[in-house]
């Protein structure tokens, strides 16, 4: 058997490098950029008024009586107007252009408006603080051609807007792979089916595709039966139309357990088999000539859950170009005793404390079949082998899930 870290090594020599695609702007939503967002001109990329008010120069404001006169309205998304002398201001409203000729605004609050001789007067109760006041100058927030969103980010909402802002209609973006989810066994039956009592429900494929879905990762399910004809030929078909497979199942010791066997008998080359950890001992990994890549994990739902996180999305992100985040630390809240001499990945409840540092409290479920004590997690924390002790304060790596 391997560590951890040696099928971790392993794993990522063998990443993929899947290819970019031009996606509409509604639809890049959760995808990887391909191509770094770059401002096409200044942000903002004229002098913004900031308060609905009136715009005049400054220097032209007679601070013993402060009386300008209004000539005309400035409004948003007009070009900009001109005044006509010192003193005159224009009414201006928020998201217009500055106009010509004036320097500062002084909002409606600090003013009062009033008909002198045929005319409409402003008259400033306050002076104003400074020139360019209720202003947002041009280029302030971004220069043009400087870089907005890198290559390699995650499109969220917020990235979307600006990429809008700068007429991006179209992004680059990674061609996402469609992973096959296949699990595996005689026991296993459909959500909607009602089980006979030595059988259950499959799960780990609806957990699969819905972590997938957190990656924006399309899938596809299948289901092998116990016989080693059927699974050679199920995989056969699978290989040929998927780059990524996923298998739930079928990888241990048992006299059915044939995806082993059947994968190698396809051309699947075996990378290893068995990793000392717990949960997920049995996990057995392997590649086909560069075209796909086999994730065959135990079908025990948390080492299934375990294994994908651990294993397989760190694969998959930088398969499809997504920065990795750092990776996270958190202190064990309690002492914990474990010894067989395996990498432990204890189930775990983790929340920052007052410092901001994450805490984790043991929440040890029964077994690597008991998938409803993931509810009460939100995460992995990886406890090394060469102990048996853990001593509470103590740091080790956290697998977050949630």
Known sequence: MITPHEATQI?????????????????????????PIQADRDFPP????????????????????????????????????????????????????????????????????????????????????????????????????????????????????????????????????????????????????QPEPYQIRQSNNHALRAALRDTSIPSTFYHLPDSLEKTKQGLAQILEQHPVIVLSGGVSRGKKDYVPEALESLGVQKLFHKVKQRPGKPFWFGTKEDQNVVFALPGNPVSTFMCFHRYLKPWLEKSIGLTPNPPLLAALNDHVKFEPELTYFMQVKAYPNEEGHFVATPLEGHGSGDFANLLQCNGFLELPADRSHFIQGEVFPFIPFT
């Open 46 to 193: 004229f002098d913004r008024v900031t308060m609905d008010g009136i715009a005049y120069d400054i220097h032209g404001l007679n601070p013993d009586n402060p009386v300008l006169i209004i000539e005309n309205t400035q409004l948003a998304g007009e070009p900009p107007k001109a005044l006509s002398g010192p003193a005159h201001c224009l009414e201006a409203m928020t998201g217009a252009v500055l106009p010509k000729g004036a320097n500062t605004v002084t909002p409606y609050e600090d003013i009062d408006i009033q008909e002198q001789q045929g005319q409409k007067i402003a008259a400033l109760r306050i002076m104003p603080a400074r020139k360019g006041q209720n202003v947002h100058p041009q280029g302030y927030d971004q220069p043009q051609g400087e870089e907005l969103i890198p290559t390699g980010t995650r499109m969220s909402a917020t990235q979307i807007a600006v990429a809008a802002s700068v007429g991006k209609a179209q992004l680059s973006v990674t061609r996402a792979p469609n992973v096959a989810i296949v699990s595996t066994g005689d026991e296993l039956v459909a959500v909607h089916e």
């Open 11 to 35: 794993i990522n020599n063998h990443l993929f490098s899947f290819p970019p695609e031009l996606v509409n702007l509604d639809d890049a939503h959760g995808r990887i950029l391909r191509e």
